[in-house]
């Protein structure tokens, strides 16, 4: 069976015998998978320069490749917070990469998957787990879905592993190793053009930008509890025998 010039691979799916899923079934399984668990946000970022648009889509056309997501150099400054060990708020640099190998979709909604990284990179290294470093957070990401409302100006990039999406997160001021339930949602605001089809395709646009990250984080190991156990402990002996120290001084 010949396949549509909407059909979008999504690899890390198993689809059994096509191998492929529509953009549209895609968002159903997206919107299906929304409060399936609730996950913990681990980390955040809004744009140093509120009003710039430093996030970018682009019109592709070559080895496959039918669009571009990409970041203005220079203009990418970003505050990036509650991550880890990591000083909150703390100015990075972002960049986003991503590719998408079929054209939107329309429906409701105008729809197009895309792989590809986000990565944060601090202006000056902070002590991280291993020493100093500037690797604030790398994100690397399959099947992430733009979403854009017809003749809006606001579109979204969103992940969730539950529907299909696969999600690598990696900081070196968090443990996120271990982590299960990935998703991360990008807003996007003040886009340079209305987002209205041009035959098959989405104009090229320029978009402000903030977002989420978020996962189940692993739960300490019963030997980690029992160390803290004992700790508190310790603490509370303490205080106690220096509350009885004042007693008997008094």
Same mark, same amino acid.
């Given at each position: 069976m010949?396949?549509?010039? /909407?059909d979008?691979?999504?690899?890390?799916?198993?689809?059994g015998?096509?191998?492929?899923?529509?953009?549209?079934?895609?968002?159903?399984?997206?919107?299906?998978?929304?409060?399936?668990?609730?996950?913990?946000? *681990?980390?955040?970022?809004?744009?140093?320069?509120?009003?710039?648009?430093?996030?970018?889509?682009?019109?592709?056309?070559?080895?496959?490749v039918?669009a571009?997501?990409?970041?203005?150099?220079?203009?990418?400054?970003?505050?990036?917070?509650?991550?880890?060990?990591?000083a909150?708020?703390?100015?990075?640099?972002?960049?986003?990469?991503?590719?998408?190998?079929?054209?939107?979709?329309?429906?409701?909604?105008?729809?197009?998957? *895309?792989?590809?990284?986000?990565t944060?990179?601090?202006?000056?290294?902070?002590l991280?787990?291993?020493?100093?470093?500037?690797?604030?957070?790398?994100?690397? /990401?399959?099947?992430a879905?733009?979403?854009?409302?017809p003749?809006?100006?606001?579109?979204?990039?969103?992940?969730?592993?539950?529907?299909?999406s696969?999600?690598?997160?990696?900081?070196?001021?968090?443990?996120?190793?271990?982590?299960?339930?990935?998703?991360?949602?990008?807003?996007?605001?003040?886009?340079?053009?209305?987002?209205?089809?041009?035959?098959?395709?989405?104009?090229? /646009?320029?978009?402000?930008?903030?977002?989420?990250?978020?996962?189940?984080?692993?739960?300490?190991?019963?030997?980690?509890?029992?160390?803290?156990?004992?700790?508190?402990?310790?603490?509370?002996?303490?205080?106690?025998?220096?509350?009885?120290?004042?007693?008997?001084?008094?």
């Amino acid at each position: 069976m010949g396949s549509s010039p /909407f059909d979008v691979v999504v690899w890390g799916v198993d689809m059994g015998i096509s191998g492929k899923i529509t953009a549209a079934a895609f968002v159903v399984a997206m919107a299906a998978a929304a409060p399936a668990q609730a996950t913990d946000t *681990f980390a955040q970022f809004a744009q140093a320069l509120s009003n710039a648009r430093i996030f970018t889509y682009a019109n592709a056309n070559s080895g496959g490749v039918k669009a571009k997501l990409g970041t203005v150099a220079g203009s990418n400054t970003v505050f990036i917070s509650d991550l880890g060990s990591l000083a909150s708020p703390s100015i990075a640099k972002v960049n986003l990469v991503g590719t998408a190998t079929a054209l939107p979709t329309v429906g409701a909604n105008i729809s197009q998957l *895309f792989s590809g990284s986000i990565t944060f990179t601090l202006l000056a290294p902070q002590l991280g787990m291993s020493g100093p470093s500037t690797n604030a957070l790398t994100v690397t /990401f399959i099947n992430a879905l733009l979403i854009a409302t017809p003749g809006g100006r606001a579109p979204t990039l969103q992940a969730d592993a539950a529907a299909g999406s696969s999600i690598t997160y990696w900081s070196d001021f968090a443990d996120l190793s271990s982590t299960t339930a990935e998703d991360f949602s990008l807003s996007f605001s003040g886009a340079s053009t209305p987002l209205t089809m041009a035959g098959t395709r989405l104009p090229d /646009f320029r978009v402000s930008g903030s977002g989420t990250f978020a996962a189940d984080l692993p739960v300490p190991e019963p030997v980690t509890w029992s160390l803290m156990l004992v700790g508190f402990g310790a603490i509370g002996g303490a205080l106690r025998g220096r509350r009885e120290a004042v007693l008997s001084l008094s």
